[in-house]
């Protein structure tokens, strides 16, 4: 997103803006995994009568939970940076949103962003070729056992399922399966998670 858009983000709860103006300004709002945590940080430009940020996390970006909060500057009209960390974050894709509360009560949010997070770097499977350009043919890479299921799903960065489908592992080790469908996929980034065994694995594909 760019700054403007980041900037109008909001969702505000005010009927007439020119006489009740927006709370703040937002400039950037990320979220990186680092180690066993997800840093979470972002920037504002403006603050107007800004009580306090809510962090909150999602698995499916539509029912978050409480990650953290911080004490907002109530009025600025400098730039300034926040920042957190989620240490007990969810394996896998998850959505982070950052939530700003007035002194009277009224709330506003920002938009939701992506956060792929695998501590151990250990996904048991691999997606090629990445990037792939549009009509191209993906290919994954699963490792495990004779009989496991595993469960591919591909979404876009808000969780829009493209795809989805149960493999059944023929063979000890590596095994190869193609998605035809992958054709369908228009250009953008978009997360293929894999879940075996109550474990979910996710990589990052980009389509050109």
């Known amino acids: 997103l ?9 969702r505000i709860g005010t009927k ?7 709370p703040i300004t937002l400039l950037s709002f990320d ?13 504002t430009a403006t603050e107007t009568n800004n009580d306090y940020f809510t962090i909150e996390k999602s698995k499916d970006g539509s029912t978050f939970e409480f990650v953290a909060k911080l004490t907002g500057a109530g009025n600025s009209y400098s730039i300034l940076n926040y920042s957190t960390i989620d240490d007990n974050p969810y394996k896998g894709v998850s959505y982070y949103r950052l939530k700003q ?44 056992k004779i009989g496991e299921e595993v469960v591919v799903v591909v979404h876009d960065v808000i969780g829009k399922e493209n795809y989805s489908k149960v493999v059944v592992l023929q063979t ?14 228009a250009a953008g980034v978009y997360f293929i998670t ?9 990589k990052k594909l980009i389509v050109k």
């Open 2 to 10: 760019t700054t403007a858009q980041l900037a109008n983000s909001w």
């Open 16 to 22: 007439n803006t020119t006489q009740s103006p927006l």
């Open 31 to 43: 979220a990186k995994p680092n180690g066993d945590n997800v840093d979470l940080k972002w920037k």
């Open 101 to 144: 509360t007035d002194y009277d009560g009224k709330f506003s949010y920002s938009n939701i962003i992506a956060v792929e997070f695998n501590p151990n770097n250990t996904s048991i499977f691999s997606v090629y070729p990445n990037p792939i350009n549009t009509g191209g043919t993906l290919n994954l890479s699963i490792t495990g």
């Open 172 to 185: 000890e080790g590596d095994n190869v399966y193609v998605i035809d469908e992958s054709n369908r996929l």
């Open 194 to 202: 894999a879940t075996s065994n109550q474990t979910i694995y996710s």
